[in-house]
């Protein structure tokens, strides 16, 4: 079974910075693409931005120069720098992970449980 782990959510001003952490574990052969993604109240789940294996990213548009993903693929792990924080980017934040569990399984989506980013003053 894979876990994944996230943190670094809560409460900051507009224009403040958070730094999210999600560590994967448990059964992994490989992990291919992992990503950040996040829901608002109302809101369908939005890709926020996404990271290859081989450090390819790719960014929403609403975070393109505000927001880094960055990966440890030694530690399993994948991060989103979120700098100049809006109110409209207070979400609940997943971390996705693309990930093969054994050498002959196929790869599938896991996802962590989520936490909170809230930008209020």
């Known amino acids: 079974q894979v876990q994944l782990v996230e943190s670094g959510g809560g409460l900051v001003q507009p224009g403040g910075s958070l730094r999210l952490s999600c560590a994967a574990s448990?059964?992994?052969?490989?992990?291919?693409?992992m990503g950040w993604y996040r829901q608002a109240p109302g809101k369908q789940r939005e890709l926020v931005a996404s990271i290859g294996s081989g450090g390819r990213t790719n960014y929403a548009d609403s975070v393109k120069g505000r927001f880094t993903i960055s990966r440890d693929n030694a530690k399993n792990a994948v991060y989103l720098q979120m700098n100049s924080l809006k109110p409209e980017d207070t979400a609940v934040y997943y971390c996705?992970?693309?990930?093969?569990?054994?050498?002959?399984?196929?790869?599938?989506?896991?996802w962590g449980q989520g936490t909170q980013v809230t930008v209020s003053s």
């Open positions: 996705n992970g693309y990930i093969k569990s054994a050498a002959w399984s196929r790869p599938g989506d896991y």
């Open positions: 448990g059964s992994i052969f490989n992990i291919y693409t």
